[in-house]
């Protein structure tokens, strides 16, 4: 498929643009449940480039709106066959400059998805709809994110691992209160060798650190700051 288009919309009461066609779809007369496996699915290859997405949610006052594209996927020997594994490639890039790359293998019977993905030239001004009510002033600051995960059906449930977990934020800036009040600022701050676990709920980070933390306060001329910080382990 080349420069296939979609729009996408939350709307108030937690429905989507798509739910009155969805429900056109579905038969008006009830069918018996019976208890199958997969489907049969065999895809050999799928490509889906340079496709285009547009996004809203609309479930608020203060909406927010934004466009994925280029929208780029790719499937190789993608199949419900019992342990037969296949190939999956995203990439995304949103009107708001952030880049999503995921990629890995998958086996659909029993599940079983392994891979990694990175987020990058995250703007944290673009989520202003969203913190209207916390922060009178949209943040500042870019964030990246990078893991990679593991997720398998065990038998009983549904488990996933996320590991090598590396995130950082640069020139993060929040104003507190109101326009004028204090202002906390950070040059950076970096978490390494992250990882988290699902079924158990636990959460390990190997290290946090900090970078030129400023506070500063209305009428003080030299506000606190500090140089560095790494905490390890």
Partial sequence: LDGPAATLVELPGGTLNWTPFLAALKSKEDQPQEQKGL????IRSFVLANGKLDFA???STD?????????DLTLTDISTLPDDDGKFKVAARTSLGAQLDLAGEIRLNP??????????DLQLAQFAPYLGKVLPVPPEGVAR???????GNGGDSLDATIEQIEARL????VTLKDAA???????????KDGRFQLASQELVIGSIAVNGGKLALPGIDHPPQFGALTVED
């Fill in 181 to 191: 009040g204090p202002v906390a600022a950070l040059d950076s701050i970096e978490v």
């Fill in 57 to 59: 949610d609309r479930r």
């Fill in 63 to 71: 909406s927010f709106a934004t466009r994925v594209e280029p929208l």
């Fill in 145 to 151: 994110l990078a893991a990679s995960y593991r997720i």
């Fill in 170 to 173: 640069s020139g993060l800036r």
């Fill in 111 to 120: 599940i079983a998805v392994v891979g990694t993905f990175s987020l990058t």
């Fill in 39 to 42: 489907p049969r699915l065999d």
